[in-house]
């Protein structure tokens, strides 16, 4: 089974609530990814594991934390949600830290409506 | 800094004709290239990326060529299909990152 699963697809919430989004995968990989996807823009990197270490993007640093309980799962959590957070959220997951040697699964994403 | 530029938002063409999605980069170091589809639905997936002995990957009829002379990638293929439609991302990356640089995507509508 090479897909990623996230959970759930659509999601609304409300401004200053907090918001989790979920995402597993059963390959193994070592990596795992966060990307924020909005209208006609690129995906951008919010943050990524590499097994247990946490990088997070420098301009998105203190809007995003995430964890990752074991190797399948990793979440997504926006502490007090703003209506800039509504966005295509995408996980993503690889073999290792290398990009340029092995191929990046993602999920069908997570649509965040805040309101 | 590092970036993918795709000039074009929306290409649409009849089937049969051929296929061209203009991908061009800087970047400071000699990144690795990608392309990824979505279609309607789906996840993004990877399509093909660049080797490093400059061999031309092709898939699904797809195929693209890295240029360094003129930093560019663009994605090719001699006829458009209907299933073809979808979104097109080109990305880079380098060897020893996990960071991905997407472009804005191309959506391509293959028309009957």
């Known amino acids: 089974d090479t897909t990623v699963k996230q959970n759930p697809r659509y999601k609304l919430a409300r401004v200053g609530k907090p918001v989790n989004l979920i995402c597993s995968q059963t390959m193994n990989h070592d990596t795992m990814y966060w990307y924020q996807k909005k209208p006609n823009q690129a995906p951008k990197l919010l943050l990524f594991?590499?097994?247990?270490?946490?990088?997070r993007e420098a301009d998105t640093f203190e809007k995003f934390q995430s964890s990752r309980p074991n190797n399948s799962f990793c979440s997504l959590y926006i502490g007090s949600a703003g209506l800039e957070y509504s966005a295509m959220y995408l996980c993503?997951?690889?073999?290792?830290?290398?990009?340029?040697?092995?191929?990046?699964?993602f999920g069908k994403g997570t649509r965040l409506t805040v309101v | 800094g590092d970036s993918v530029t795709q000039t074009e938002g929306l290409v649409t063409l009849t089937e049969g004709l051929p296929v061209m999605l203009n991908c061009t980069y800087q970047?400071?170091?000699?990144?690795?290239l990608f392309w990824y589809v979505q279609h309607l639905n789906e996840a993004p997936k990877l399509l093909l990326k660049?080797?490093?002995?400059?061999k031309r990957p092709e898939h699904q009829g797809f195929h693209a060529t890295l240029h360094k002379s003129s930093s560019s990638f663009h994605l090719q293929k001699s006829s458009a299909q209907l299933s073809d439609s979808a979104l097109y991302y080109c990305?880079?990356?380098?060897?020893?990152?996990?960071?991905?640089?997407f472009g804005d995507g191309t959506q391509l509508v293959v028309k009957p």
């Open positions: 993503a997951s690889s073999r290792d830290r290398t990009i340029a040697n092995t191929e990046v699964f």
């Open positions: 970047s400071t170091y000699s990144p690795f």
């Open positions: 660049s080797f490093t002995d400059n």
């Open positions: 990305a880079l990356s380098f060897n020893s990152n996990n960071r991905i640089f």
């Open positions: 594991y590499y097994d247990k270490i946490l990088n």
